[in-house]
């Protein structure tokens, strides 16, 4: 005997035979497994000759069985293979007339012809076993299927799937608590019992109340894209009105540096031993309120150390096809007193960290080095002292938002041609310390 048809277990040796092209449909999977019941070799030897026996005769004959296991998952993969869409008896029952005739013909188109049918197809065409239900699991799935414009404009997978990320723990942590469900039966009642889980989660300080409410705005989307395609009659959503009050509790907002604690990280950072390359990113970040990514893949053409003023801009290029958010976030940031003499002595750019995870690294590394010198803070929080900065030196909010690359509320400067270099680095030389 084959000793490929043998194989060893946990639980004992087992029969393992593939099952030929032709018969996958009809028998609904590639192999075929049975225990052998034994853990001793010599005994598994003897075992197997009649399975093998058996199964060669199966295949030969392409006769199946009746003794395949009817459940859910069985007859749903089997009635893809047929090119069915699967229906239970009460599906075909409480139709609208035009539904199950148009039913009815797709499972004889897809049946005539078959001959004699096993157990499982009788099954499959007789809708004998009620519909499966979708996990939340199963429904982010269907979500990713019907969203492929999503995150699109993300070239790199890594970024992809850093989009992706809260999605799936959102859809874990639901099924965490409520176990795999069926999200087309969730009722709102359903939805409250996972928010006061959340909610739970956040008196205990194990979650922070704004992680709370994206998990639920994260279902709400993929539950209300699912229902909207694939089962409309279910709409409205059950998510649609459940929300989590903060009753102002703190929305975890990244905390600013003093100037003292700035000052600290400063001296700590440049007697370290940290590399030249890291320093002068934390130093740039400092005096610009740059994110990581957007000076780790800054390219030679983006930085422009003769100009009048000095600056960089960030932009797409050759190391990026975007700029988080686009729009706003593309802009020219003047380099000023630290900021521009790190930046002299990398006219180039950054490569140490312009690979696809190099701000993760960046911001890693940095973060390490920070939080010795002052608890709590981290390399974004040199993007809020810079908002700080700016607005305690009586910057508006249009040029603030210029320098940053947010989005004004309301009004827009964009009507005109904006602020010049000129404009933004005199509001820096006026918010920035002189030892800055």
Known sequence: MDPNYIVER????????????NLRAKLGKREVWRSLKTKDRKTARFAVAPLYEKWSHIFATGIIPDEIEIVPETITDNAKRSGLTYRSDEDYLYAPIEKSIEAIFEL??????????????????GGVVAAPGMTMTQALERYKELSPDKFMAYSDERDRYKRWRPFVQAAQAFTDVMGKVDVLKLKPKD???????LVEQVRAGKLKVETARKKIMWLRLIHTKVLECDAPELLPCPWDRITIDSNGAEKGKRKPF?????????????????????????????????????????????IFLDAPVPYIAVRPNAHRNRVKGNGSRIREIPLIGLALDEMKK????????RKNNGSEELSRISNVLIKSAVKDRTFYSYRHTMADRLRQSGCNDTLKDALLGHTTKGFSMYYGVGYTLQNKLEALQKALPEDA
């Open 108 to 125: 004889k188109s897809a049946t005539s012809g078959t001959g004699r049918r096993n157990k499982l197809e009788t099954a499959t065409h």
């Open 258 to 302: 003093t100037e003292n604690e700035i000052r600290i990280v400063r001296d700590k950072l440049i007697n370290s031993e940290a590399s030249k390359q890291v320093i002068a990113l934390n130093l740039i970040s400092m005096n610009t309120g740059a994110t990581c990514k957007e000076l780790t893949h800054l390219d030679s053409s983006d």
């Open 346 to 353: 990398f006219p180039d750019g950054f490569d140490e960290f």
């Open 191 to 197: 939805c409250f019992i996972f928010k006061n889980a």
């Open 10 to 21: 946990a639980s004992g040796y087992h029969f393992r035979i593939a099952v030929p092209p």
